[in-house]
């Protein structure tokens, strides 16, 4: 009797510890986190229906540790001259005709111990949809992938080694020999 009762406690305490472990894994994890914002920006219609490219708006990921959200200028080149007009687009209108930012809530974040360039992975070859997911479909944005340190390794060692050879064939300086990009600690944690 005494063992059956000792063998569920010890069962119990392994469970509980199993469920405490897998919980701190998480802490930091904001997979799914989709705030709601100052203005209803759906991508769906400007990435999906529209066809706009990510880096017209987010041109900043192209030369910038940031892809930046874009200044309301970028949103008037096109809501400028359109004839439709929404309760969503007005509020962009009235924020430009105060000269007032947009108070985005940003969906994507890192911890601060953690570099991450976007220009380095937009110029190298890597979609905007390998991190951000399938943005074109989104009618609020989301963050899809869990962004941890596993997932983000996982993805250099599968595809570090093709994205390489590409930027070689390109004729990239860079020494074949290297390390894969971000297989180097310091890479990430400077």
């Not at 009235?94 to 991450?116: C, M, S, T």
Request: aromatic letters at 6%.
């Amino acid at each position: 009797m005494r063992a059956a009762v000792f063998l569920a406690v010890v069962a119990l305490l392994t469970a509980g510890a199993a469920v405490t472990a897998f919980q701190l894994s998480q802490v930091g994890v904001h997979r799914g986190y989709s705030p709601v914002q100052p203005i209803a920006f759906s991508h769906k219609l400007h990435a999906g229906d529209s066809k706009v490219p990510c880096l017209y708006c987010h041109g900043g990921a192209r030369t910038s540790r940031h892809a930046g959200i874009p200044p309301l200028n970028v949103c008037m080149n096109c809501h400028g001259i359109l004839t439709k007009q929404t309760v969503e687009i007005e509020k962009v209108k009235e924020a430009v005709q105060r000269g007032q930012a947009i108070a985005w809530v940003k969906v994507h974040n890192l911890p601060d111990f953690v570099y991450f360039n976007h220009a380095q992975h937009v110029t190298g070859g890597v979609t905007c949809a390998s991190c951000h997911g399938p943005v074109e479909t989104m009618t609020r944005i989301r963050q899809d992938a869990p962004l941890t340190m596993g997932w983000c390794l996982d993805c250099h060692r599968k595809n570090g080694p093709a994205l390489a050879r590409q930027r070689h064939a390109a004729g990239s300086p860079e020494d074949p020999s290297a390390p894969f990009p971000g297989l180097d600690c310091g890479k990430c944690h400077l």
